[in-house]
């Protein structure tokens, strides 16, 4: 057992990412369930079916946005992972809340996908999204405070530029949350074009290349 | 191979592990089907949809406590794993009936978030619990007795906590289930507060640590 | 890349076990999907809801027979790959071949669980598990023979006794298929009982041990 | 951390193809259940089975083909990432296009399955299939032009036969496509017999022994 694997319950850094790792890839696939085949009774008429995927097109466009989505979260949870050298008890609880909060979006895609103009979808979809968002947070937080479970000479700004960018995500989905009360559609194009941010190279970028 | 992967049948702790690890993640992933979209004939009232969506929160309260005791059973198994320096056949086949113990799980999920307040359905997700934790427990007993499975050096004091650790689940989910005779409610409770216990940090602790 | 992983197209033994435990992992849980929570108008009445989850029993019936038998392959491919020392392009195919076979099996078990006397049901669901054995037996066969992908000096008598093992399952459920036509309940006695032979320690556990 | 593990966001070649296989792994499961069990109201009659079982015929030729298509694109991703030895933003994220065009194989499958001789959902099977191809061929690109994430030493010839053989994907299923305008059952032949030019071995194969 190498040195990174050091844990309190015989549970190292490997194993959580083992875990962390199939659930992202489970998740990632129960997404595609949302998308249920039109049943027609009169299959000779190729216009019903036509019609019938079309209605389909928001479940689509939901099914693109979370996969991203939960892409964006996955690359976030490895960074922050990598300064953590040592686990411990409270680190695979707050990990396994996070995962809980992953696990739970394709229900809401699902749901926002289903019924894309209502407040309430709207809202728990970016409920969601907070919830994930807020429990990484967590994750790199209690992990550097203290420099519980890292190494104490790696780089402090490094983490405050990670911190600051992981917390963009529950505040632009805040935003959006309120914003579903006037328009609903203003969330949704919201929702769509925010993981553009974790995408695109950042001012961190420059850190880790170093 | 190293000297840890030592096996009868060319099935090593590595790979078994990762089985393991590989179910529990699509296990905890597959509970979210629980959670169906409700389907309303006039989508124009979000009032109607509403409603629905609150019947959905038994199953959203399951949800988040399978959740929560799979990740309890996955913290388990791998204390359980973390003594065991050889495998056999036995061993092999003890951890499939664990598997298949846990992966009913969310079927029992399902059961008592549509109809949580019944008899039979407490009984069955109690039930479903105590075989979970029956099976972890002869993992526990049949890699350690005789030392087995184990290294002899290892520390036997540990291993009687983990025991006894272990059996607190299966107990009070027996518990549980005489009570749901009286109130289902007090069931519910039991459930939802026992991996309280395995979270916080217990005796167990200060023997990992050394 | 250790000795061991290489290959002719970039896929070792390591990459086609991951691909390999990943689908078993994954098709073990989905058979869980083949138990529904029953949909009853009247929640009020316990003794409905009793009634249909008896209905069910043959569906839990199948799911365990079929996490076993499945189990059993599993067991079955790693004691294949145990030998594989190089991969090739048929190789990978016939484990894909395999692989494939494997996962139509939560389809043939939801199909014996729902219609379990039947004579097609009983056909369909051996027929599965035939196949499933051929394939592997096909790449034990391919992989031994003129010693192409497996070490000279390795213990030729082993591969033929496993070679038998693997046969006598696919030689059973043929028995079981025939028979079907008599009467179904002794194929599905048969299938229940076939993965004993598998479970229990054989003469070939003798040479593994050495 | 291995020297291939170089990463400019924590996530090297490593974390990358487990997330892959994973999600490979689960698509590949996830194909079966779009062959769902007939619901017959008089079980009584085995013929009426017979025949629901027969017009599932065609969802199971597709199951069949499309795991044997995403057999081709697991294969050919492990191709590609052969080469790469570091790896950057925009590659991680050409992974998770392709990945995302992967993952919506099943419900593309599901389709085609139920409603084979429509134009429609011809052209939606063939467009994900060429879409799921030009992203691998963009990760290939990628990776490649300029040495940006390959070693300078490696075989350039290799790179551009791999190059045109991922090619012949897209470009048959473009055929395919145009020719489901005239008879869609064309189209199908094609996208059974298009797998077997990649299962055969080709020149490219000769360049992998070296």
Redesign the interface.
């Known amino acids: 057992m190498s040195k990174e694997d050091i844990s309190?319950?015989?549970?190292g850094r490997n194993?959580i990412?083992?875990?962390t790792?199939?659930?992202?890839?489970?998740?990632?696939?129960?997404?595609?369930?949302?998308?249920s085949?039109p049943v027609?009774s009169t299959?000779n008429l190729?216009s019903e079916?036509?019609v019938d995927?079309e209605s389909l097109l928001p479940n689509i466009v939901s099914?693109?946005i979370s996969?991203?989505v939960i892409?964006v979260y996955?690359?976030g949870h490895?960074?922050v992972?990598?300064f953590v050298k040592r686990t411990n008890?409270p680190l695979?609880?707050l990990n396994?809340l996070f995962?809980?909060c992953v696990?739970?979006i394709?229900?809401s895609t699902?749901?926002i996908g289903?019924?894309p103009f209502?407040?309430?979808?709207t809202t728990?979809y970016g409920a969601n999204l907070i919830a994930a968002g807020l429990s990484l947070y967590a994750l790199l937080w209690y992990s550097n405070s203290n420099n519980r479970l890292v190494d104490k000479q790696h780089d402090r700004q490094l983490v405050n530029l990670a911190r600051r960018r992981i917390l963009v995500g529950p505040l632009v989905y805040l935003v959006a949350i309120i914003l579903s009360f006037i328009d609903t559609r203003i969330s949704l194009i919201i929702y769509a074009i925010t993981p553009i941010y974790y995408?695109l190279?950042g001012k961190i970028?420059l850190h880790?290349?170093r």
Do not use: C, N
């Open positions: 309190t319950v015989g549970l194993r990412e083992a875990l790792d199939g659930i992202f890839a489970t998740v990632m696939t129960v997404l595609v369930l949302s998308l085949v027609i299959v190729p079916l036509a995927l099914y693109v996969f991203i892409g996955w690359v490895h960074a992972f990598h008890r695979i609880w396994i995962l809980l696990g739970i394709p229900f699902a749901l289903k019924y209502q407040q309430i979808t728990i995408i190279p970028d880790w290349s």
